[in-house]
């Protein structure tokens, strides 16, 4: 039976702002499809998120397996007919590195997540976009990766993965342009989780706040755009 409610596939929402996500949009009456490398932890999320009275499911997507990828969508294709949204949330950092004296494996794997990951979930998504008429592409991006403010030299195959993922988000709106699918790109800012530490002053539930209303955006909004807490940032 397909779905008459939008639904949305957010990558990595078994924990931190991919959970917070995932709960904001499933309190708006969306259909949450929660995806993770570990299916359990991908259920987990989704039975959550039922126990609160929404709707989910869970599936397994590896955004650096690409086959994961496509049975993920083609999962959400089959089960609800529709994917109406995209949040590219699955992310992970280099830590402690030095530009001058980098680990290449450590960063073509940060890479191959926060970059091509993403790129190829949205590449599996456009086309039953297209057909609708509608989508939202939502990267999760960084503040760390906007060039404008880039003065510091802490995680660097972080901050080059993210504004890589901002070129995508650029190249893929200017594409879409004028389909009914706009693409855009959030700085959740620093939040406490495990991957921005204890220490971090904002909530999951402020980090997830603008990708949520990026993923939400009425036809007129911005495509191509890097928001931070609803307002444009440098890039």
Known sequence: MHSSRRVALVTGANRGIGYAIAGQLAERDIHVVA????????????????GRGWAASGVRLDVTESDTIAAAVQHTLDRHG?????????????????????DVDLAARVWQVNVLGAWQCA????????????GRIVNLSSTLGSLHHMTRSTEPAYRVSKA??????????????????LV???????????????????????GADTPVW??????????????????????
């Not at 490398?37 to 998120?49: F, G, I, S, Y």
């Not at 949330?89 to 030095?98: C, E, H, R, V, W």
């Not at 620093?190 to 999951?204: I, Q």
């Open 35 to 50: 995806t993770a490398r570990d299916v359990e932890q991908a259920n987990r999320t989704a039975t959550d998120l039922v």
């Open 82 to 102: 529709r994917i109406d949204i995209l949040v590219n949330n699955a992310g992970i950092s280099d830590g402690d590195q030095q530009p001058s004296h980098i």
């Open 123 to 134: 590449e599996a998504v456009v086309p039953a976009m297209r057909t609708a008429g509608y």
């Open 164 to 181: 890589a993922l901002n070129a995508v988000t650029r190249v893929l709106a200017a594409e879409l342009a004028g389909t009914g699918i």
């Open 184 to 206: 855009n790109s959030a700085s959740p800012g620093w939040v406490r989780t495990d991957l921005g530490g204890p220490n971090a002053p904002r909530t999951v539930e402020q």
């Open 214 to 235: 990026l993923a939400t955006l009425p036809d007129d909004g911005p495509t191509g755009g890097f928001f931070y807490d609803r307002e444009p940032l440098e890039w």
